[in-house]
């Protein structure tokens, strides 16, 4: 059974930063790609930023946290992590992990982590 722990929610002023971690409980290799959404009272869950593991790690971000939002992992540690920058109070939002796996078909999602930008 896949887990994703999520960590680093918290409270912010506008223009602060937060990093959030999301750490799988096996290889993330095992993944075909990982990422961020973030749902918001009242709102639809919406992708912030997705890595893939395999062909290349590529990445792609919503145009909205784009230039201050960056998506890395640490294979080693088999942990994701979201750097958010200049925070602003529209991005608060409770914050969930993803991943993607194709054999055995799955997609697995942690229990979120509350972030609340103040202005």
């Known amino acids: 059974q896949v887990q994703l722990q999520e960590s680093g929610g918290g409270l912010v002023q506008a223009g602060g930063s937060l990093r959030l971690s999301c750490a799988a409980s096996g290889n993330i290799f095992s993944f075909n790609a990982m990422g961020w959404y973030r749902q918001a009272p009242g709102k639809q869950r919406e992708l912030v930023a997705r890595?893939?593991?395999?062909?290349?790690?590529?990445?792609n971000y919503a145009d909205s946290v784009k230039g201050r939002f960056t998506i890395s992992r640490d294979s080693a540690k088999n942990t994701v992590y979201l750097q958010m920058s200049s925070l602003k109070p529209e991005d608060t939002a409770v914050y969930y992990c993803?991943?993607?796996?194709?054999?055995?078909?799955?997609?697995?999602w942690g229990q979120g982590t509350q972030v609340t930008v103040s202005s």
């Open positions: 890595t893939r593991i395999t062909s290349g790690g590529s990445t």
């Open positions: 993803n991943a993607e796996r194709s054999w055995p078909a799955g997609n697995f």
